[in-house]
């Protein structure tokens, strides 16, 4: 009988997977799945990327990333969220691929992947579900449907404890078929930033906090600047730099929090920023404030940068930060965040402690070497039942 690592290079010699995600803009997914693709790669895994469009509102296009990984990309060209034709657009390129496994990421990719196993039992088809979904997602509306869609694909990853919980909860999925899988980051990638991202310019001394994810109430960047007077009163010389795109316009409320605490001075939406390392280098804290996440990836990024990390107290966010080691914990509140983000800036050998911590944790436990050979697993041990 072969060995667990026989088996895994029996099988990647001649594996092909073709992978089904929305769209190839910048993204915590799209991010996600370009690690996952360049690790799959080195294990001998050929990868095939199917998008519904290549690009989004807003965000810069990744096609270019996967190409120059020797990734194979096919837009389906589903530009509109109301194209009913994807799921036949995206079965036909399937089809024509001949996959040993098709993995789908996000909610309408797992449609297609629902009518491709519908029309192609035989292929083995595992799906990640990358959130929590609930009032917060635009399409709360589907998820009945979504109860349904889950149970049939051969295997389900969640990426959280957190995911998996509600899948088993709320949508009754059984918990047997799901695995959890936690994102895995390039620690060199964000340990050598450059360090000219967009806090350089602040004079020396200034405590620099940081944060990003899109301008939307989900992810409490009005917590974070109501958080501020109370930080700046306290420490002094501090400014807090939200970077994100801004799909719906949510930068006027934010900018109106602002003009209203008079924090001009004191905190910036610097936009989306096209080099993460470099900006998460020019930090002293980051901060995440967010109401509802999947896994929270910049978190593991930000603590991939040897940044001490202030973040709320919510599953799965508590998966991530170990509190008191990498960061502290906050509840999703002004209030504490600004006694948080204090504590953390009052304390220099404390944030280099934490910072140090945090880069050992991502070196462990989310490493994208050791993501890449639980997929792998996942794919041998439905290709394995596939065969009988």
């Known amino acids: 009988m072969l060995s667990a690592s026989h088996l895994s290079l029996e099988y990647a010699r001649y594996m092909k997977v073709v992978h089904v995600i929305n769209t190839l803009a910048v993204g915590g997914a799209e991010l996600h799945l370009l690690t996952l693709v360049k690790h799959l790669n080195r294990l001998g895994v050929e990868n095939v990327v199917i998008c519904l469009r290549d690009k989004d509102r807003d965000g810069r296009p990744m096609t270019p990333d996967f190409e120059q990984n020797n990734v194979k990309v096919i837009n389906v060209r589903a530009y509109s969220r109301w194209n009913a034709t994807f799921p036949i657009k995206v079965y036909n390129a399937v089809r024509k691929e001949k996959p040993d496994v098709v993995h789908t990421h996000l909610p309408r990719p797992h449609l297609a992947g629902y009518f491709a196993k519908f029309m192609s039992p035989s292929t083995p088809w595992v799906a990640s579900v990358h959130?929590?979904?609930?009032?917060?997602?635009?399409?709360?509306?589907?998820?009945?449907?979504?109860?349904?869609?889950?149970?049939?694909?051969?295997?389900?990853?969640?990426?959280?404890?957190?995911?998996?919980?509600?899948l088993v909860e709320s949508r009754g999925i059984p918990a047997e078929?799901?695995?959890v899988v936690y994102?895995?980051?390039?620690?060199?990638?964000?340990?050598?930033?450059?360090?000219?991202?967009?806090?350089?310019?602040?004079?020396?001394?200034?405590?620099?906090?940081?944060?990003?994810?899109?301008?939307?109430?989900?992810?409490?960047?009005?917590i974070?600047?109501?958080?501020?007077?109370?930080?700046?009163?306290?420490?002094?010389?501090a400014k807090l730099l939200i970077a994100g795109h801004d799909p719906w316009q949510y930068?006027?409320?934010?900018?109106?929090?602002?003009?209203?605490l008079g924090l001009e001075e004191n905190v910036e939406l610097?936009?989306?920023?096209?080099?993460?390392?470099?900006?998460?280098?020019?930090?002293?804290?980051f901060a995440f404030a967010s109401r509802a996440e999947g896994f929270g990836q910049v978190l593991a990024e930000a603590m991939a940068s040897g940044k001490p990390v202030v973040a709320s107290d919510i599953s799965p966010i508590n998966e991530v930060i170990k509190d008191g080691e990498t960061g502290l914990l906050a509840e999703p509140n002004a209030e504490d965040f600004a006694r948080?983000?204090?504590?953390?800036?009052?304390?220099?050998?404390?944030?280099?402690?934490?910072?140090?911590?945090?880069?050992?944790?991502?070196?462990?436990?989310?490493?994208p070497g050791r993501m890449a050979r639980e997929t792998l697993d996942i794919y041998e041990s439905v290709l394995k039942k596939a065969s009988g």
């Open 131 to 166: 959130n929590v979904y609930g009032n917060s997602w635009s399409g709360d509306w589907t998820l009945p449907l979504f109860s349904v869609v889950w149970k049939k694909p051969d295997r389900v990853i969640a990426i959280s404890r957190a995911v998996k919980d509600w």
């Open 177 to 179: 078929k799901i695995s």
């Open 183 to 222: 994102y895995g980051i390039d620690q060199s990638t964000f340990a050598n930033g450059n360090g000219h991202g967009a806090g350089s310019e602040v004079a020396n001394g200034q405590v620099v906090i940081g944060s990003i994810g899109r301008l939307e109430h989900r992810k409490g960047h009005d």
């Open 224 to 237: 974070l600047i109501r958080a501020m007077p109370e930080v700046v009163a306290k420490v002094g010389n």
């Open 251 to 260: 930068a006027g409320t934010l900018n109106s929090i602002i003009k209203e």
């Open 270 to 285: 610097v936009g989306f920023q096209s080099d993460v390392p470099a900006f998460l280098n020019s930090l002293d804290i």
């Open 340 to 367: 948080k983000l204090v504590t953390v800036a009052m304390d220099r050998e404390a944030m280099h402690r934490m910072g140090k911590a945090g880069i050992e944790r991502v070196k462990t436990v989310f490493e």
